[in-house]
């Protein structure tokens, strides 16, 4: 319980890991098709498009979207910077909307009213593995014609009536950083069903090339191309992955239970229909009552990690906060001032969370005493 997460590696991993080197296989290549086929088939999608992280995911499918640069792009400010820094450097203008109190995901109404003619996508982000409300989130796309890019980074394996997050939408982004519910030590996914879509990714992710490869560059592009090696990793987790995701959810499940029997301390709530992946567990103490650092302190004391993971929300970090004055894009796009912005409930939850060990290698016995700590602290 010293680690809020922790790789579940095995001799599998090690194995192929090994093999695909002693090929000589180090760039893209039989791996990394293998891990497209299968993922694709995990999600239900048509595509699925391996790259070097989650954030060269969704760089990615901001320029395949072709938002328009100064465009703005509506995304929630309790999240990773990748998700908002993704709108920023894809030319975008990342507008920020409040999250539901109840499940921590991007509210819809609060989306609404961010809308204006220069609005051109929603990139809700399934945050710690809790899918967004996407049948009111697709309807305003459909309403206003807008793109829907999904950060689907924290939440392989969430549903909602069993269809898999990231396919919602024109575009699903995963990571498979070395924290994740899966993972390769850095790398991504995207995932769609538009072929056309996936054709521009293929090609932007490996410098613009067209369908043929070679030296024939359609298009200005990057290299953002998995390694072998890592794409190894990343076809056994796949295949370990729902047994790592029912041990979240028993560990998860247990927590909840017991935070449900204790005041002033809540947990995200998992609407009906809906497959909570359970990459993170962060319950929020009522600050009336307690202070969170001193219940990170006293979990801390007990051997358990535990820490707040976004305190800040994205509109309150200093490169937001300083009109992205350092970025070199703001001498030509107008930023809003993001000191203005007021999220109530994002500031309530950042300031207050901590999040616990749940992952697969927390075990029975573990868990067992994340509870009488938890009990101990707020009963
Ligand atoms: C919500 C969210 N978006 C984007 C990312 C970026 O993924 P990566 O770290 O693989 O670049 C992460 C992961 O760290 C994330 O949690």
């Known amino acids: 319980m ?54 060269a995911a969704l760089h990615l499918a901001m320029e395949a979207t072709q938002i328009p640069p100064g465009a703005e792009v509506i995304t929630p400010a309790f999240t990773f910077i990748a998700s908002a820094n993704s709108i920023t450097f894809g030319g975008g203008i990342p507008i920020f909307a409040e999250i539901d109190p109840e499940s921590y995901t991007i509210d819809p109404e609060s989306i609404e ?20 409300n996407m049948k009111l989130i697709n309807e305003l796309a459909e309403d206003y014609n807008l793109v829907i890019i999904e950060d689907a980074c924290q939440a392989h394996g969430a549903k909602i009536n069993n269809k898999h997050v990231g396919t919602f939408g024109d575009i699903g982004c995963f990571s498979f950083y070395a924290t994740k519910n899966m993972i390769t030590g ?31 560059h359609h298009r200005i592009g990057y290299n953002l191309r998995m390694p072998d090696p890592l794409a190894a990793i990343g076809l056994i987790q ?57 219940v ?38 107008k930023y809003p001032d993001y000191s203005k912005v007021n999220l109530p409930i994002t500031e309530q939850i950042s300031e207050n969370h901590f999040e616990i060990p749940i992952h697969p290698g927390v075990t029975e016995i573990e868990i067992g005493l994340i509870q009488t700590a ?4 707020f009963g």
């Not at 809308?115 to 593995?129: D, N, R, W, Y």
């Not at 879509?197 to 043929?212: E, M, V, Y």
């Not at 239970?257 to 609407?271: A, R």
């Open 2 to 55: 010293k680690y809020i997460a922790q790789p579940q590696i095995s001799e599998e991993e090690i194995s192929l890991v090994s093999s695909t080197i002693r090929n000589g296989q180090f760039v893209e290549g039989k791996n990394a098709r293998a891990l497209e086929k299968e993922f694709a088939e995990f999600v239900g999608a048509k595509h699925a498009i391996c790259v070097v992280n989650g954030t």
């Open 113 to 132: 009213k961010l809308i204006t003619p220069q609005t051109k996508a929603i990139l809700p982000v399934h945050i710690f593995g809790l899918p967004c």
């Open 186 to 216: 850095e790398g991504g996914m995207i995932v769609t069903d538009d072929d056309e879509l996936a054709a521009r990714i293929h090609s932007l992710k490996n410098h613009g090339r067209g369908p043929k490869g070679g030296y024939e």
């Open 238 to 294: 796949l295949r370990k992955l729902p047994s790592m995701l029912e041990k979240r959810k028993r560990n998860a499940e247990t927590i909840r239970q017991t935070i449900s029997n204790l005041d002033y301390v809540d947990v995200q709530k998992t609407p009906k229909n809906y497959t909570h992946s359970h990459y993170v567990c962060a319950p929020v103490v009522d600050a009336d009552k307690f202070s969170v650092d001193e």
């Open 296 to 333: 990170i302190h006293q979990l801390k004391e007990k051997g358990i990690a535990s820490r707040r993971i976004y305190a800040l929300g994205c509109h309150k970090q200093p490169t937001y906060l300083q009109g992205l004055k350092k970025w070199r894009w703001s001498q030509y796009v």
């Open 374 to 377: 938890l009990e101990e602290i």
